[in-house]
Structures are given as structure tokens and as C-alpha cells.
């Protein structure tokens, strides 16, 4: 059977795949982005205070996150594709409720810079483990929506932690909000455990219908891969291309403009309306319902055209001009928020269709680890962006640090634009 006869009779292949596999995966993304950011709502919520934390060292405690994320990219990459990526992220939901806990007992700036350091270690092989293992369910023709769905983590978090975590702090305190997600992330570990499969040769559930149109439909897309020039190569020959570290400074600035919005958020929201946390919370869930929206949209038309490319230079392009419209708007409050939600709409946009490149340019042996690294180097640009943002502040000003994010976002733009040809579906063939 080809790869066309397969795709032709699609429409008649069960789907269970769509409930066993993304709900958990979604869920436990979710716990994990609300780990990484809950301290946006700390900070102005008596954090700052009771540790003594500057500006410029809230956005050192907010990016040394992603000092630690470095560490398990490619070996979680890896595992994922030979080994057990669902015991892996069984054990990191272990840590990150841990880690949780204790962050919420913290007495210094210290230990709360160790911990968050340890929170990106633990995190690191997530996203590439997860990302491999929608890769072992689906096949290129859904992978854009199977990304944009997971990836959907970021918006629904948000939605889920800015009201959760205002009122939390609101009614107790700062320290509280650490031990509810702690809490949380022992629930959704059992949960992981009983529900997720590696790949659906493992999968008990699944109808032999739907794992042999998998397992057939998979390989004959390998096969196709096969001999496309950097391709076949192994990770360190792939380093060596362009194209890698092309991927990997899209990703970088896009993770700079990403988190820099994400962790300052709350505390531009509060400067700007000069609301108490629970009302900065309920408004900041705006712009992550607008996320979902982006998301679906543009990982849509992407699937549906095959362009790849456009439909990530593009969100890019509106997310960087909605943050520097945030600023040159600031004296009407409502047009500002206005633009700090349009912000939201494009925040994840470009996210899924990014990540149905690499499987494009490399094979699967290669394009776990591949996800590892360009999504490790990348998000130093989560480091860089929160930092970047407090050192501003205290040296010039809070619109100096959200211009500066506008700027890598538009960057980031225009990199993705550079892309070789057979990023998009409709140029598979081209050299």
C-alpha cells in the first residue's frame, strides 16, 4: 500500500489516537508551563518583597529557568525516539512537584534561583519527548494541528493561572500558590501513567485498523525522506548545517519575545491599570483566549496550503507589531490592552507549524534530537528575554524592555522567511 492509497482512505481509519494520546500530553504541558511561570504572579504578589528581589533579579529568577532547560534536550530527544519517553515524563512530573513544594518554602533569592534552576532541569526533556511522541501517532498531513493542539498548553495555562493564581494570592498568599501546583502535578502524574502510550506498536487500545494505517502511513513518510540532502545525516553532521542553526535562531528570538511578554505580563498589566493581583488575573485571561484562536487559525490555513514558512514568518510579524503598538499606545489604557491581547492572539501561533518543520528536513532517527537542540539553544532566548526586560527597567524604563521584545520578535520574522523551500509540503521535493 503507498503513502497515496493511505492517505485516500484516511477518512475511514479510526481516530481514537486523537482522545488516548493528546489529552494527557496537553494536561501535563499545561502543569509544567504553570510551574515555569507562576512566578510572573509571585513577584508582584509579595515575592519581591519577602525575599528581596530587584527588577532586574526578578527577570534573572524568571530566565535561569532556561539555563537549567539546556541539560536534558537532546538526551530526552533521544530517548524519546529509542527508548521510553513516557517513563521519562512520568519522572519529571515527580520532580516538578517536588521542586514545587520546596519553592514555596524559599527564604532568599538564592534558593529561589537555585530551584527555579532545577525546575528548567527537570523540564528540559519535555517538549522534544513530546513532540517525538506526536510524531509516533501522527502522520505529516495532521501533525500541524496534533502540534498546535499540544502546544495549545501555553494559552490554556495561562488562561488557568492568571485567575488561579491571582486569587490564590489574593486570598492567602504567594507561598500557596506553590503548593497547589505542586499538589497538581502528583495528580496529573498518576494520570500520565495510566493513559499514555510511547507508539502504537505498545498501544493495547488501539484497532488493528488504525495501528496498521499508522504504522504504514509513518514508515512510507520515512521513506520518502530518505536521501534529501542533510537529511540522512546524523545529529552532529546536521549541526553543521545552516539550516540547524537557522531553525534555532527563529526559535530563539521568537522564545525571547515569548517569555519576555509571559513573565512581565502581570506586572505591565498592574503598572498599567494599577489593579490588585485578582484583577490583573482576570485580565490577563483575555489574551490567552485569543491564543487558542491564533493557534487553530494559522496552523489551519498552514495544513491546508502546506506552507510552512509563511504561517510562521507571518504570526511573528503580528506579535512583534502588537508589542511595540502596546507601548506607543500606553496613554489610552484600553487600546494598550487592546494591543497586549493582540499580542496574545499571536503568541503561539507560529508555534505548531514551527514544529512540523524539523520532521520535514530530517529523518526520525535524527529529528528527535534535532527538536532537543534547536528547542535547548532556543529557549535561551527564555533566559534572555525576561533578563533583558528587568535590565531595561531599571536602567531606562519599562517601554525600553518591551520595545527591545518587539525587535527579536520581528527578527524572528524575517529569519523564518529565509527557510529553505522544502520546509513547505507542496516543495517536498525541492533540493
Not at 517513563?87 to 521542586?99: E, H, M, N, P, Y
Not at 534555532?248 to 505580563?265: A, R, S
Not at 508555534?351 to 535547548?376: K, Q, Y
Request: glycine share 10%.
Amino acid at each position: 500500500m503507498s503513502l497515496t492509497s493511505t492517505t485516500v482512505t484516511h477518512d475511514r481509519i479510526p481516530a481514537l489516537r486523537w482522545l488516548r494520546i493528546i489529552p494527557p500530553i496537553l494536561i501535563t504541558c499545561i502543569i509544567s508551563y504553570m510551574d515555569r511561570v507562576n512566578i510572573a504572579f509571585a513577584m508582584p504578589g509579595g515575592m519581591d518583597a519577602d525575599l528581596g528581589i530587584s527588577a532586574s533579579m526578578a527577570g534573572l529568577a524568571g530566565g535561569i529557568f532556561f539555563i537549567g532547560y539546556l541539560f536534558l534536550q537532546v538526551p530526552g530527544g533521544k530517548l524519546a525516539v529509542y527508548g521510553n519517553g513516557k517513563r521519562f515524563i512520568g519522572w519529571s512530573l515527580l520532580a516538578w512537584a517536588v521542586i514545587s513544594l520546596l519553592t514555596g518554602l524559599a527564604t532568599d533569592k538564592y534558593q529561589l534561583l537555585a530551584l527555579r534552576f532545577a525546575l528548567g532541569v527537570s523540564e528540559g526533556g519535555m517538549l522534544p519527548v513530546v513532540l517525538t511522541m506526536i510524531g509516533n501517532w501522527f502522520p505529516d498531513a495532521e501533525r500541524g494541528r496534533a502540534n498546535a493542539i499540544v502546544i495549545m498548553f501555553v494559552p490554556i495555562a495561562g488562561i488557568l493561572t492568571a485567575p488561579l493564581s491571582g486569587w490564590i494570592i489574593t486570598a492567602w498568599d504567594w507561598r500557596m500558590l506553590f503548593f497547589v501546583e505542586g499538589v497538581l502535578s502528583l495528580f496529573v502524574m498518576a494520570l500520565w501513567h495510566f493513559t499514555i502510550s510511547n507508539r502504537p506498536q505498545e498501544a493495547k487500545w488501539i484497532s488493528p485498523a488504525e495501528k496498521q494505517y499508522l504504522i504504514k502511513t509513518l514508515h512510507d513518510e520515512q521513506l520518502l525522506i530518505k536521501g534529501k540532502n542533510t537529511r540522512k545525516a546524523s545529529l552532529r553532521q546536521v549541526m553543521r548545517e545552516p539550516v540547524m542553526w537557522r531553525l534555532i535562531l527563529v526559535n530563539f528570538f521568537y522564545q525571547t519575545g515569548i517569555y519576555g511578554y509571559t513573565l512581565w505580563l502581570p506586572t505591565i498589566l498592574k503598572g498599567l491599570t494599577n489593579g490588585n493581583l485578582e484583577q490583573v488575573g482576570f485580565l490577563a485571561i483575555l489574551p490567552y483566549v485569543c491564543a487558542i484562536f491564533g493557534m487553530f487559525l494559522f496552523s489551519s490555513l498552514s495544513d491546508a496550503t502546506g506552507r510552512r514558512k509563511l504561517f510562521v514568518a507571518l504570526p511573528l510579524a503580528g506579535f512583534a507589531l502588537c508589542m511595540a503598538l502596546s507601548v506607543l499606545l500606553k496613554a489610552h489604557i484600553w487600546w494598550s490592552y487592546a494591543a497586549l491581547v493582540g499580542c496574545g492572539f499571536f503568541i503561539q501561533s507560529a508555534a505548531g507549524v514551527f514544529w512540523s518543520i524539523p520532521p520535514r528536513l530530517f529523518n526520525a532517527e535524527v529529528a528527535g534530537g534535532a527538536r532537543g537542540v534547536i528547542n535547548a539553544l532556543g529557549n535561551l532566548g527564555g533566559f534572555c528575554g525576561p533578563y533583558m526586560v528587568g535590565v531595561l527597567i531599571v536602567a531606562y524604563s519599562k517601554d525600553a524592555g518591551v520595545f527591545s521584545l518587539a525587535i527579536s520578535l520581528a527578527i524572528a520574522s524575517l529569519l523564518a522567511l529565509t527557510l529553505p523551500a522544502r520546509c513547505d509540503a507542496q516543495n517536498k521535493e525541492a533540493a
